[in-house]
């Protein structure tokens, strides 16, 4: 059986993943993304390399890859806040989806 916390949490994700996007992506797409993001920022947290060229280029893409690259910054605590607060800046319409993710995260 699933905790009410574990479902609030891939719910807030999966709503974040999705944002701005036209309906019908698969979960099976977020889910890919999101591993690729999560791999990526894992290596260059191992590696101590900056992200900022990796996170420029993924926000150029926008849509799900741009959400997972954010999203996946927001999970590793690399920059938390400056990451939440330019995609605020960037989104606003977005904010109470981003303070949803936070909670689910903190």
Known sequence: MTDRSDEQRQAAIVAFLGAGLVPGVSTAVFVSRLAEARRTVSA???KHVPF???LAGEI???GVRENAAVLALLESDQRRQDVAD???DRYP???DMLDQ???VLA
């Open 60 to 62: 150029r893409l926008r």
């Open 86 to 88: 330019a995609y605020r």
């Open 93 to 95: 319409e977005r904010g």
């Open 52 to 54: 900022d060229d990796w």
């Open 44 to 46: 260059h947290c191992a």
């Open 101 to 103: 993710v936070l909670a």
